[in-house]
């Protein structure tokens, strides 16, 4: 019987959805399910949910709800990980702070100023999993879905090289399908090689039934419903010639050119009709509308009739078969330290590239250089991710002032001087989460 460990299970969403997809396997249709999670109210309704999925698939699984972390672990097959450190009310510090300095955050959950501390504070925390991983299960495939996502794989990997953790984003596949749609393309038919960093991949190659499909998305983000679906990504596409994997409010975020004036958020980041054309604060808004309904609307899935026991297309659960189930052969996307797979990007910097889960292995393909327009925009990324990991393991705030300095968006907006006073707020802000840190010793 094989054992699979949800670390931060409260996330509803993606726990409920992994769950559903694990069970489907005929290998782990009588697993064990090992939720934890740090809150009660949330470990007691998420363990409603997956007794109610085991009911509704009259599925053998057994489940256990714990505040325990190394109970969940010990000997588990695979670990899922999607935690949220320090809560809503710290994250909103990384989204208000940079604005009043003008800095304008459409998530701010992967670079920048907001991700940076937001890895500030997760990092630890990921580093104490690692640890037990280490000692309890030693061997298991590690799932890492918390943003962000680069950086927190880079920190694990660099203390815990021995530890098979990769980090996984919906953003590849769900692009994938969305350039299928627009193209008339059914999506059996379609291929890609997707390589870059996490939300800052691109698909080097994008093929309908071998044939280079490019040219039928250049057309077609020439129709404007297509192209006001997605207005920031479409204009980098335009420009860049490579489509980009993560949704328009988080690109505009990661670059110099849509958000550094009001003129140009009203122009590229108000009016896309996507699920996140850029708005300010977007999901830090969201967020805070699900403190006060969330469980409303477990309650009400809880009380449904009948539940969709479908499986879905998050990777998760295919790389645990392919791995341990059935061994099944399975490609994704994943994040991983770079050694020799992509060339004009720093060694040893976390990328986001093809992999292949086999029995007892994940392997991660050599990609070679990137077009140099998208390695100059990457590299940027890549080194301020690097130098804000290397701060946050050091606990060195001159690092993070460094990193947060070279920002593409920061830099656009802000003098050094703005930037070392917003920083320096930033970490006043959170300064009960980052003990670590020299200046507060």
Request: charged share 25%; proline share 5%; hydrophobic share 40%.
């Given at each position: 019987m094989k054992k699979i460990a949800f670390i931060g299970a409260g996330s509803f969403g993606f726990t409920r959805s992994l769950v559903r997809d694990i069970l489907t396997f005929p290998a782990f249709s009588d697993c064990t399910l090992a939720l934890m999670d740090i809150d009660d109210e949330r470990l007691a309704y998420i363990k409603k949910a997956v007794e109610r999925i085991i009911e509704e698939g009259k599925y053998g699984a057994r489940v256990i709800a714990t505040k325990n972390r190394a109970e969940a672990l010990k000997d588990a097959d695979g670990v899922v990980c999607t935690i949220l450190a320090g809560g809503?009310?710290?994250?909103?510090?990384?989204?208000?702070?940079?604005?009043?300095?003008?800095?304008?955050?459409?998530v701010g959950d992967t670079r920048g100023p907001s991700g940076i501390f937001r890895a500030l504070r997760t990092i630890p925390t990921m580093l104490d999993i690692c640890a037990d991983i280490e000692?309890?299960?030693?061997?298991?495939?590690?799932?890492?879905?918390?943003?962000?996502?680069?950086?927190?794989?880079?920190?694990?990997?660099?203390?815990?090289?021995?530890?098979n953790v990769t980090g996984l984003c919906h953003s590849v596949q769900g692009t994938a399908k969305m350039l299928a749609r627009w193209i008339g393309a059914p999506m059996e038919e379609v291929t890609y090689l997707c390589a870059g960093i996490n939300h800052q991949a691109f698909y080097l190659e994008y093929k309908w039934n071998g044939k280079d499909a490019y040219p039928l998305i250049r057309e077609a983000v020439k129709k404007p419903e297509i192209y006001n679906e997605e207005i920031v990504r479409n204009e980098m596409f335009i420009h860049l010639d490579y489509y980009v994997t993560e949704s328009s409010g988080h690109n505009s975020e990661y670059n110099a050119w849509f958000r550094k004036r009001p003129d140009l958020i009203e122009k590229y980041c108000t009016h896309g009709t996507g699920w996140n054309p850029g708005t300010y604060a977007y999901i830090l808004n969201e967020y805070l509308k699900r403190e006060d309904s969330w469980k409303n609307k477990i309650t009400e899935w809880l009380n449904q009739k009948e539940i969709n026991l479908e499986r879905g297309h998050e990777y998760a659960a295919y790389i645990f078969n392919a791995v341990f189930g059935d061994n099944t052969l399975f490609e994704f996307n994943g994040n991983v330290r770079n050694f020799g797979l992509i060339d004009n990007l720093p060694e040893g910097c976390c990328v986001e590239v093809p992999v292949i889960a086999s029995k007892n292995s994940l392997r991660s393909i050599h990609v070679g250089a990137l077009p140099q327009q998208l390695a100059v925009l990457i590299n940027t990324s890549a080194r301020c991710e690097e130098l804000a990991v290397e701060g946050a393991i050091e606990g060195d705030p001159r690092k993070i002032f460094h990193a947060i300095c070279f920002d593409p968006l920061t830099s656009a907006v802000l003098?050094?001087?703005?930037?070392?006073?917003?920083?320096?707020?930033?970490?006043?802000?959170?300064?009960e989460y980052l003990p670590q840190f020299k200046h507060f010793n």
């Open positions: 809503v009310n710290v994250w909103r510090y990384d989204v208000e702070i940079p604005k009043k300095y003008g800095v304008d955050i459409n000692k309890y299960c030693p061997e298991a495939i590690f799932l890492n879905y918390t943003n962000p996502m680069a950086m927190l794989c880079r920190a694990m990997k660099g203390k815990y090289s021995n530890i003098s050094l001087n703005e930037i070392k006073s917003m920083v320096d707020e930033m970490f006043e802000a959170n300064r």
